[in-house]
C-alpha cells in the first residue's frame, strides 16, 4: 500500500503540473484523492448532486481518510490551514493541490473550496463505512435560538 501511495504522490506531482486555472487544480485534487482512496481498496459513495456553480463547502469529517474522501467526491480545493498540522503534512505528501488565494478569488476563479466555514450554507458530511466511505452533500442546516 505505501508504494501504491508513493506513486499516487508521483502522479500528482506531474498532474497539478500540467493543469491550469483553479477549476483545473481542483479537478486534480479530486483525481488525486480517489487514487489514493483507490489503493487503500476504499469505495466512496456520494449522496446529492454537486452544484453546477462553485461555492464554499463546509467540511464535516472525523479522520484524514474522511477528509480525502471528501476531496475525491468533489472537485474542490482545500483552505487546509483550518486542518490540524499532521492532516496539512500528509495531504502536502500525497501531493493534494492546496488553496493557494483567498475563498473569494477561488471562487471567482470558478473553483469550489472545502472549508470548516459555513459561507453560502453547503456541507460535505463524511460517514466512514465498512469498505470506504458516504460523502452527503447537503445544506447546513442553522438552529435557532430560543
Known sequence: ???????????????????????????????????????????????????AAPRVF??????????IAAIASVPVLIDASLLPRHWRLALRALGLPELECTTAEALVGGASVLSSDELDGSSLSVDALPRGFRVRLGAVRHMLRA
Open 1 to 51: 500500500m505505501i508504494a501504491g501511495l508513493a506513486g499516487v504522490a508521483f502522479d500528482a506531482r506531474i498532474a497539478t503540473r500540467e493543469v491550469e486555472g483553479l477549476p483545473g487544480r481542483a479537478a486534480a485534487a479530486r483525481w488525486i484523492a480517489a487514487n489514493a482512496l483507490a489503493v487503500t481498496g476504499r469505495r466512496v459513495w456520494l449522496v446529492g448532486t454537486p452544484p
Open 58 to 67: 463546509a467540511l464535516r469529517a472525523g479522520c484524514l481518510a474522511s477528509v
